[in-house]
């Protein structure tokens, strides 16, 4: 099947969702966030395929609609902060249209794949070599992890190499759910990475739900009322942790970095967890509503591009690709041959386009236009759809290139492609740090497709199964 199959419950359900949306404040824009939701996972998502885009088109996509909830929770309408908030609103929604086209007429050059085909390939790996495997890059990301600051000139590529653990947890967990072995060990360190995701200045303990996310949906072929009734529980409960996540993460942040204000951690781990429990035991259950408005704040990322369009081009003209030609320019001028060349600081660029003071990166914070603020300002807003659509288009042959290339085995190349492309899930990264992780992570997954991946899928294979 081509399409995933969903039930009529299901769909009487979301045609009802649809609707309602009319009836709050701001329901237009509200209403033209789920309808470019829904156009967006049914394209994208196919059954038994990966599933990496419809999780950053998804995370896209709550950064857009969480901008008019924070309008709508207030009582407010969508422009009370900025007069192109709504207009931001509805760029912002065409503009992620326009970047998964190419993916999706790749994602349907994909033959047709089912569940047999799948377990096929499952069989054909060995379980326990991959875990063992899993487990040492475990150790070793964990150790490149406290020194990748330290080499300033090769932090990009050890992020990259700290970031190939994750196509082996992939590759763990979709054996463990396929051949259905060794799922406590996979739900073990499911945990274990979510624990130690909060021993980090940043949020990184929701990395290892992506993944899990990537893995599920990669094996959906059907929606029922019942995986939709657990999909909302989980989103109800994810929504909860965020907003007390929201609630404790200032203190916490302070005890890490010991009132530095930097982002560097400072205590131990032990130490770091510790603190974090008797936060949120006291803090936690203290949620108000303004804990929600900040979350919803934080979540979404429009509010730079609106506050960009009230200064480009009435006060700062467009800026005819100057920032993107700026930004090409510092990828590709190394700091090895270039000593003097300044650390990145995205506040700079997002105080001077949206009129807005920010703290910059000596004061341990970074705040950043994001990647469709960028294109807007250089381009204008016909103009922007052009480098959106090329970035979608580098995604796609990308994309197609490392599953048909790097071995003859689909477990095996969607492990890597997830791995590739799961850093970019974020509307509001900055365009530097956006292309520069771009061409360094494909170009190093390049190199390990041609001079370690061969090798690792001979290694991992099971000849006579388990």
């Known amino acids: 099947m081509k399409r995933i199959i969903v039930d009529e419950g299901v769909k009487v359900f979301l045609i009802l969702i649809l609707i309602s949306q009319l009836f709050f404040l701001n329901g237009i824009y509200l209403f033209a966030c789920v309808i470019c939701f829904y156009i967006g996972i049914y394209y994208l998502q196919h059954p038994y395929k990966s599933s990496v885009f419809t999780i950053i088109f998804t995370y ?9 909830w924070e309008a709508t929770y207030l009582g407010n309408d969508i422009n009370y902060r900025s007069d192109n908030m709504g207009l931001a609103t509805i760029i912002s929604l065409a503009g992620l249209i326009i970047l998964v086209l190419p993916i999706i007429y790749y994602q349907n050059k994909i033959p047709l794949i089912s569940l047999g085909i799948l377990k096929k390939h499952a069989d054909q790996l060995s379980i326990n070599k991959t875990f063992y495997a899993y487990l040492i890059a475990f150790s070793v990301s964990g150790l490149l992890n406290g020194i990748r600051w330290l080499l300033p000139g090769y932090t990009q590529f050890i992020i990259t190499i700290v970031l190939l653990k994750w196509f082996f947890f992939l590759l763990f967990g979709f054996q463990c759910l396929l051949k259905n072995k060794r799922k406590r060990e996979f739900y073990f ?26 893995l599920y949906l990669s094996l959906l072929n059907r929606i029922t009322i019942k995986k939709l009734a657990i999909a909302s529980a989980i989103a109800i409960i994810g929504f909860l942790g965020a907003t007390i996540w929201t609630t404790v993460k200032v203190d916490y942040r302070k005890f890490l970095n010991k009132g530095s204000m930097s982002q560097n951690v400072e205590v131990s781990q032990n130490e770091a967890l510790t603190k974090l429990y008797e936060i949120t035991n006291a803090q936690g259950k203290k949620i108000s509503s303004s804990a929600t408005e900040n979350f919803l704040d934080r979540l979404q990322g429009t509010y730079h591009l609106a506050k960009s369009m009230d200064i ?73 759809m052009i480098p959106l659509f090329l970035i979608g288009w580098v995604y796609g042959v990308t994309y197609i290139y490392f599953l048909k290339n790097s071995s003859t085995n689909l477990i095996f190349n969607y492990s890597i492609v997830c791995a590739l492309f799961m850093r970019f899930f974020a509307f509001e990264m900055d365009n530097i740090f956006f292309i520069g992780s771009l061409f360094t992570d494909v170009f190093m997954y390049y190199l390990l497709s041609k001079f370690f991946f061969p090798w690792l899928y001979r290694f991992l294979l099971e000849p006579k199964g388990e």
């Open 60 to 68: 896209h996509f709550l950064q857009i609609i969480a901008g008019v």
């Open 189 to 214: 360190f499911i945990t274990l990475e979510f624990v130690l995701g909060f021993y980090s200045f940043f949020s990184d303990f929701k990395t290892v739900l992506f993944f899990v996310a990537v």
């Open 312 to 384: 480009v081009p009435d006060i700062i003209p467009y800026q005819n690709g100057k920032n993107w030609r700026e930004s090409f320019d510092f990828i590709f001028t190394p700091r090895l041959f270039n000593p003097d060349k300044p650390q990145l600081d995205a506040s700079i660029k997002a105080s001077k386009y949206t009129g807005i003071r920010y703290a910059r990166a000596d004061r341990g914070t970074s705040f950043s236009l994001g990647y469709f603020a960028d294109c807007y300002i250089d381009f204008g807003i016909v103009g922007m």
